[in-house]
C-alpha cells in the first residue's frame, strides 16, 4: 500500500486522522500506524477509505496513479 497517499488525501480534505478514525470506527493510534507504514492495512480499510475519498483501491494500493474508481457495469 502506498502510505503516503493515504495521508496526501486525508491532508488534501484538511481532515483530521481523528477524524479518519472515526469513520474508521478505530481508534487514531491504530489509524496512525497504518498511515505510517508500520502496519499493514487489511482489506477492509482499504475498501473504506477507497469509499472515503472516492478513488479507486488500486490507487491506494500504488497499483496505478489513476484516482477514478472503476465504472460499475
Do not use: C, H, N
Request: glycine share 2%; no cysteine; aromatic share 12%.
Amino acid at each position: 500500500m502506498k502510505f503516503e497517499r493515504i495521508r496526501d488525501l486525508r491532508e488534501d480534505q484538511d481532515k483530521t486522522q481523528q477524524e479518519v478514525a472515526s469513520y474508521l470506527k478505530m481508534q487514531r493510534s491504530v489509524y496512525r500506524r497504518y498511515e505510517s507504514g508500520e502496519r499493514e492495512a487489511p482489506a477492509w480499510v482499504i475498501v473504506a477509505l477507497a469509499d472515503y475519498y472516492r478513488v479507486s483501491t488500486d490507487y491506494l494500493l500504488g497499483r496505478t496513479t489513476e484516482k477514478a474508481p472503476y465504472q460499475v457495469k
